[in-house]
């Protein structure tokens, strides 16, 4: 029995701590690499019709189907961006900045998805593209409600 007038000894740290700033570092490369990823995805299934799933298989552009957009980039956006948040601040060891790199790339490329030509002219997102300007929200949406859960909730103490 340990007498209470007696000093606890503080165990040592664990081996892990010495490999916490790779793992934090590593986590956040990640994320800034899925941001990446997935925002190029989001813009190559912007023009998806219907019509697609079939004509792709032969060799045909995305959007040179017939048949209505399906909008499976706002879904990627909504979920993937979700995904990415938390992940950038589940493998930082609950570090809330860890979510702004990912949400700054992911957004700046798609405001220069949406302002920039290409050279033959073309905008990689136009301005009477209904899915393309839906996605910049739902997917800038998902990072923001991220970063508010985070605000409400308390972070666990380390």
């Known amino acids: 029995m340990i007498d209470s007038r007696e000093e606890v ?3 040592a ?9 790779i793992i ?9 690499l899925a941001a990446f990823f997935s925002g190029v995805l989001e813009l190559f299934l912007t023009p998806l019709r219907w019509g697609d799933l079939t004509t792709i298989w032969r060799g045909s552009a995305i959007g040179s189907g017939h048949g209505p957009l399906l909008g499976l980039s706002i879904l990627l956006a909504a979920v993937g961006n979700y995904a990415i948040a938390w992940f950038a601040v589940s493998t930082t060891g609950g570090r809330r900045w860890a979510l702004g790199p990912p949400w700054a ?11 920039v030509r290409t050279h033959e002219g073309d905008y990689l997102l136009a301005g009477n593209d209904w899915i393309g300007l839906a996605m910049i929200l739902v997917g800038s949406l998902a990072f923001a409600v991220y970063s508010y859960r985070m605000i409400l909730q308390r972070l666990p103490k380390q």
Not at 13 to 21: H, I, N, Q, V
Not at 105 to 115: D, E, K, N, P, V
């Open 13 to 21: 740290p664990p081996a892990r701590r010495s490999w916490e700033p």
């Open 9 to 11: 000894q503080p165990e």
């Open 105 to 115: 790339l992911w957004t700046l490329m798609m405001l220069l998805a949406a302002g």
């Open 24 to 32: 934090v570092a590593g986590g956040l490369v990640v994320a800034i």
